[in-house]
């Protein structure tokens, strides 16, 4: 027998791919269960409707992210090289889970309270991977940064506009091209660097 926990978690895995492939209003309930082999009735005990599946699966996606990116960062002492590599996997991130993310947008406002927690989370824990990075960069005399919390704050507001700077030139693609997606790493990139040129000690 499977317990709960290993189920939540094949549930969350088979909507993941599908939402990944098909984003939220194309793909069912049914199908996911059916790529399970299990009931809908199964995957109602865990999760009430769609939307609560959809934004446990964000949930479930970006932890894992930031675990990985944590993890990552911990082996990297230079904040450059460390900035560099969050924002390689940052990008990697949004591309593997555009059409997920895309869909996002318009679940905030079908389930306005559940998605406003995830998103919210997702916003701490990117301010803390940042502020990780701009605490080792003080320590090991790289940086001087006096408010650490509010200067990720900013650099994250700096990353996520330019973002949808660059995606708001391209509107109209239904996926942005791997061209795209470097154009947007490359100029987060520049900015990055002179952000932490501006914090050098």
């Given at each position: ?7 939540r978690?094949?549930?969350l895995?088979a909507?993941?791919?599908r939402?990944?492939h098909?984003g939220?209003t ?5 199908e996911i269960?059916?790529d399970?082999s299990?009931s809908?009735?199964?995957?109602y ?10 934004a446990?699966?964000?949930e ?6 930031f675990?990985?990116?944590e993890e990552?960062l911990?082996?990297?002492?230079d904040?450059e090289?460390a900035m ?6 940052r990008?990697?991130?949004?591309t593997?889970?555009?059409t997920l993310l ?5 679940a905030v ?7 406003a927690c995830?998103m ?8 803390e991977l940042?502020s990780a990075?701009?605490?080792k960069?003080?320590?090991n ?21 330019m973002?949808f700077s660059?995606?708001s030139?391209?509107?109209?693609l239904?996926f942005?091209?791997?061209e795209e997606f470097?154009?947007?790493?490359a100029?987060?990139k ?12």
């Open positions: 027998m499977i317990n709960a926990d290993k189920k978690t094949l549930i895995e909507a993941t791919r939402f990944a098909f939220l194309k793909t069912t309930m049914a269960a059916k399970l299990f809908k009735a199964l995957l005990y865990y999760f009430p409707d769609k939307n609560s599946l959809y446990a699966v964000l479930h996606v970006m932890r894992k992210t675990q990985e990116i990552g911990n082996a990297i002492n904040c090289e560099m590599y969050m924002l390689d996997k990008i990697a991130f949004i593997k889970y555009y895309e869909y996002s947008m318009s406002q079908q389930m306005p309270d559940e998605m995830v919210g989370e997702a916003k701490d824990e990117e301010i940042i990075i701009l605490r960069g003080n320590a005399g790289q940086l001087q940064v006096d408010d650490v919390a509010e200067t990720a704050e900013i650099i994250l507001y700096a990353l996520v506009g973002r660059v995606l030139d391209i509107k109209g239904l942005p091209t791997k470097d154009r947007i790493l100029l987060q520049k900015m990055a660097i002179i952000l932490l040129k501006g914090l050098r000690a």
